[in-house]
């Protein structure tokens, strides 16, 4: 007590806030198990049509409080996160009997975790927020989230948002849950927390690497430093489009959108013309030893100062007078490596840009740029020739590859037939337990029940040991009979030796 005001230890009160809310999961994913498939899916297309209604004020909001990102696109974000993660399970079984073989007589059974704990990130708090909650409503499971420290009220609307939709439509009225205090502390003990049955983890590496060693399933996701490949081949024009709307697209917070551009040699110059007509400001070498001292002040480290920022304000910054319809600040490189700055994943709307001398050397610069930092996540290529996407499919350590496409929401499912997912799967070359876009799928339990359906015959216990005593038997007689020819053989010597002495 201080001044006669109590003071309360806001790690002790989030810890107890954490305890209260996974309890209050805990039981309304109890009375939530037993709902009926149509019952569930009432409830989830009931959400999902007042996440998508609620797009757009919650785009202000998210702005608003991280000072990240631009409204119109936070907006589209949230449009994916809701409506169109809905379409894309909106058929899925996910209660009771959800698959059956009746050639090979099994079934599959849909049980739920449980709990589950979802983490958000900063760069797309209400998008996340509604993906993650509309997922685990569809697979009948509580979500207890997590938001980012610097997102926690933008985030909490998007969940009463959710709540209160699942209430209309019949849902138990603690389904989801938000700890509020924003603690590190109460998010690393709801990690290892006992009622927590699954992990959801979209963030830093040192967070997904916390959720991946608390001893709970979980599913994180790895950096994303996605290299884009302009072969010869490509429609400059489009291409040109699609990079650099894909790389001002929220200001680059996606963690699929492109890092650094690797353009061949024979169509380099066009396309930096058309990325100029585009809103790009190409950087001569004085700007850019000014920006890498913005982008990475410690060398290795890219400064949160600019994730999420304009390409304006971050010029401003490094000092730097560019025109004001600049969208993209590009910087050309020829180096890769943590000392580099424009090589890393930088999260805004600056771009590094490699010149390749042939489709090996543009090969060459991609594995690097992913081996630094984007291993397992994306790659995107432009190109006419299907013939060198495949090859870049087959080749490359990435678990998607984008082609003519804008790899920022291309990656998540929006101008793709990929699955609408705000957490994308880096697969074993990012450490990951998957590769795919993490979707409701990913949330249940499968139980299997086999029928019989062949016979096979063991051999007989009671002949199988007369047979073993048998064989027993003959061997030990063999050694007996080889033991006497040994006994005979030396009794016959000895005499022979004695006979020997007697005659000489």
């Known amino acids: 007590m201080i001044n006669g005001t109590m003071t309360y230890d806001k790690d002790l009160t989030a810890i107890q806030e954490m305890r209260t809310v996974i309890q209050k999961a805990k039981v309304a994913q109890a009375a939530y198990r037993h709902f009926t498939q149509e019952q569930v899916d009432k409830i989830v297309e009931h959400v999902a049509t007042k996440a998508f209604q ?98 926690v009220k933008c985030t909490e609307a998007a969940l009463k948002v959710c709540h209160d939709a699942a209430i209309e439509a019949g849902a138990p009225p603690e389904l989801i849950q938000i700890l509020t205090y924003a603690s590190m502390e109460a998010t690393s003990q709801a990690m290892k927390h006992s009622d927590i049955d699954l992990i959801l983890a979209t963030g830093g590496g040192a967070l997904v690497k916390a959720a991946y060693s608390s001893g709970k399933p979980a599913y994180g996701v790895g950096p994303g430093n996605v290299p884009v490949y302009v072969e010869k081949t490509a429609q400059i024009d489009r291409a040109s489009k699609h990079i650099i709307d894909s790389k001002s697209f929220d200001n680059g917070t996606i963690c699929a959108t492109e890092q650094a551009i690797v353009v061949d040699q024979q169509v380099a110059e066009i396309f930096i013309q058309k990325v100029k007509q585009q ?54 490189e020829t180096e890769i490596g943590n000392k580099i700055p424009f090589s890393l994943e930088k999260l805004s709307p600056v771009f590094a840009m490699y010149i390749s001398t042939d489709i090996d050397d543009a090969k060459r610069i991609c594995h690097g740029l992913l081996d630094l930092g984007g291993r397992g996540h994306s790659l995107s290529i432009h190109t006419e020739d299907d013939q060198v996407a495949r090859t870049f499919a087959l080749e490359m350590p990435v678990s998607r590859i984008l082609v003519n496409t804008m790899s920022s929401v291309g990656a998540v499912g929006a101008t793709t037939g990929l699955k609408a997912s705000m957490t994308l799967g880096c697969g074993s070359y990012g450490g ?63 005499i022979v030796e004695k006979v020997i002495q007697k005659l000489t």
């Open 54 to 151: 609620a797009a757009d004020y919650l785009a202000e909001m998210a702005v608003e409080e991280t000072k990240m990102g631009v409204r119109e696109h936070k907006k589209i974000k949230n449009e994916v996160g809701s409506k169109a993660v809905f379409e894309s399970i909106k058929d899925l079984k996910t209660v009771g009997v959800i698959h059956e073989d009746t050639v090979n007589k099994v079934l599959e059974i849909a049980d739920p975790y449980g709990v589950i704990l979802a983490i958000i990130p900063t760069t797309n708090p209400t998008s996340t927020a509604f993906y993650k909650a509309i997922i685990a409503l569809k697979t009948r499971n509580s979500i207890v989230v997590s938001p980012h420290p610097y997102a």
């Open 279 to 332: 809103g790009a400001y190409i950087l001569n070498d004085e700007e850019k030893l000014k920006m890498e001292r913005v982008i990475s002040p410690t060398l290795g480290k890219v400064s949160p100062k600019i994730v999420g920022k304009s390409a304006i304000e971050i010029a401003k910054k490094a000092g730097i007078q560019v025109p004001v319809d600049t969208r993209v600040l590009i910087g050309k």
């Open 432 to 494: 990951n337990i998957t590769s795919d876009n993490v979707s409701a799928k990913h949330l249940i339990n499968i139980k299997r029940m086999a029928y019989g359906i062949r016979e096979i015959t063991l051999p007989n216990q009671v002949q199988s040991q007369k047979n073993i005593q048998l064989v027993q038997s003959s061997n030990s007689a063999t050694q007996t009979a080889s033991s006497l020819k040994e006994v005979d053989a030396s009794l016959v010597e000895s």
